[in-house]
């Protein structure tokens, strides 16, 4: 048995400092709660604000103080997190996740393997769809559009995932047709429980639709949060993928 948390929040777009103390404080609050596993929104640590991330050079490297002390935070906190962010690796630069488990280790780095829009002017694609595991459940990760592409989650699934999880931001109108559709349908094609999480409100020139949800195998949404309103929306599920809980 495993309890999610969604983290739908907004961040202090581009001061990384302060966001880092909000992250602390949603960490706290879901270790509290009991929760196995948190997951973070795209690029939450910075805010979705390209050209200003690229301008001030708001990119970290994987020895950055700040992670270290997202580190120190998992451990301190014993949880785990998957936290979005923008990362340098060998002079090239990703939208990435890090998967941080509760001893204070990065366990995965995740890169966003399909760009969307401008995204591609700043950021290299990753190039493998990655799963991590927390008490015996293999997750899949993906960043936004990834879950568009039925070749990610199907690298996945062959891979023998029990959930897929998206670290995303999703626009409003469109956007969030758009998002019920994607995990709708993952869901459903391959028989998984997946979730979606979502900033609440705005990030950068993004109006986001919040809706932060997790779907049943048959694709339907049995939990979600409203758009702009913030919090954690927690699902506790069984290995077979019976939601035993809802909290």
């Known amino acids: ?18 966001t880092m103390s909000k992250i602390e404080e949603i960490v706290k609050k879901a270790s509290q709660k009991k929760v196995d596993f948190l997951v973070f929104p795209e690029l939450f640590l910075t805010g979705y ?28 906190n014993d949880i785990s997190f998957l936290i979005g962010l923008p990362l340098r690796i060998q002079n090239r630069v990703y939208i990435s996740a890090l998967y941080i488990n509760c001893e204070g ?27 991590i595991t927390i008490k015996g ?15 990610h989650i199907t690298a996945l699934k062959d891979r023998g995932i029990d959930m897929f999880i998206g670290s995303s931001l999703y626009s409003r109108g469109e956007g969030k047709k758009e ?22 409100d705005k990030t950068g ?14 694709g339907h ?9 913030e919090g954690l929306l927690i699902s506790q599920i069984q ?3 019976t939601v035993c809980k809802y909290v």
Not at 205 to 214: K, M, P
């Open 205 to 218: 020139n993004w109006l986001s639709c919040g809706n932060s949800s997790f779907y049943d195998k048959t």
């Open 1 to 18: 048995m495993i309890k999610i948390a969604l983290a739908q929040f907004d961040n202090d777009l581009n001061h990384i400092n302060r």
């Open 105 to 131: 280790n990065i366990e995965e780095i995740i890169s966003k393997n399909y760009l969307y829009g401008m995204e591609s002017e700043f950021f290299t694609p990753g190039t493998v769809a990655k799963l």
């Open 137 to 151: 459940f293999r997750i899949g990760i993906g960043i936004c559009f990834d879950s568009a592409h039925s070749e």
């Open 49 to 76: 604000d390209l050209p200003y991330i690229m301008e001030k050079n708001n990119i970290l490297e994987i020895n950055d103080e700040r992670i270290l002390s997202l580190c120190q935070m998992a451990k301190r």
């Open 179 to 200: 998002m019920e559709h994607n995990f709708s349908q993952i869901s459903c094609k391959y028989d998984i429980l997946s979730a979606v999480v979502n900033y609440a």
């Open 239 to 241: 290995k077979d993928g």
């Open 221 to 229: 949404i049995y939990m979600k949060l409203a758009e702009c309103k």
